[in-house]
C-alpha cells in the first residue's frame, strides 16, 4: 500500500524571508510585458536591505513597471522540506558607473550587452513560506 505524503506551506516571518533570500544567489524576476507575465533567470544581492538584481532583460521593459516582484526558491525532490520567498518592490536600473562596474564584477551573469540589466529593487514587501510534510 502506497502513503501518500502531503507537504502543507506554512507562512514565515519578513525577517526569516530575508535571512533566505540572503543566502541564495539566483532567482526569477517577474514582470508584466504587454499584458503578458515575463519570468527571467536572475542573480543577485541583498545589500542594506534592497535587491541588486542582474539579469538578461530589457531594461526600458524593466524600468517603466511600476513595481516588480523577485522570486527565490529551494524545492528539493518529492517529499523533501523546501522554502519560497518572493519580494516586490519599486525598481531602477544602477545609474551610477562605478557602481554597476563593482556590481557587474561581484554577479556572474550574462554577456554584457543590450539585455544585460543590472536593477536596484527596493522591497516593500517580502513574503515567505516553507514546505512541510
Not at 57 to 62: N, Y
Not at 79 to 84: I, N, P, Q, V
Not at 99 to 126: C, F, I, K, N, S
Request: charged share 20%; hydrophobic share 40%.
Amino acid at each position: 500500500m502506497t502513503v501518500r505524503v502531503f507537504r502543507r506551506m506554512v507562512e514565515i516571518s519578513g525577517s526569516e524571508a530575508l535571512w533566505l533570500l540572503a543566502g541564495a544567489t539566483t532567482g526569477r524576476l517577474v514582470y508584466v510585458q504587454r499584458d503578458s507575465p515575463v519570468i527571467r533567470p536572475a542573480v543577485h544581492l541583498l545589500e542594506y536591505g534592497q535587491l541588486i538584481v542582474r539579469t538578461p532583460a530589457q531594461g526600458a521593459a524593466l524600468t517603466e513597471r511600476a513595481v516588480l516582484s523577485y522570486h527565490v526558491d529551494e524545492l528539493p525532490a518529492p517529499g523533501g522540506a523546501g522554502w519560497s520567498v518572493t519580494a516586490s518592490g519599486p525598481a531602477e536600473p544602477v545609474a551610477d558607473e562605478d557602481e554597476a562596474a563593482h556590481y557587474r564584477r561581484t554577479l556572474p551573469g550574462w554577456l554584457h550587452g543590450p539585455h544585460d540589466t543590472l536593477l536596484l529593487l527596493r522591497p516593500q514587501t517580502v513574503t515567505g513560506f516553507r514546505l512541510a510534510d
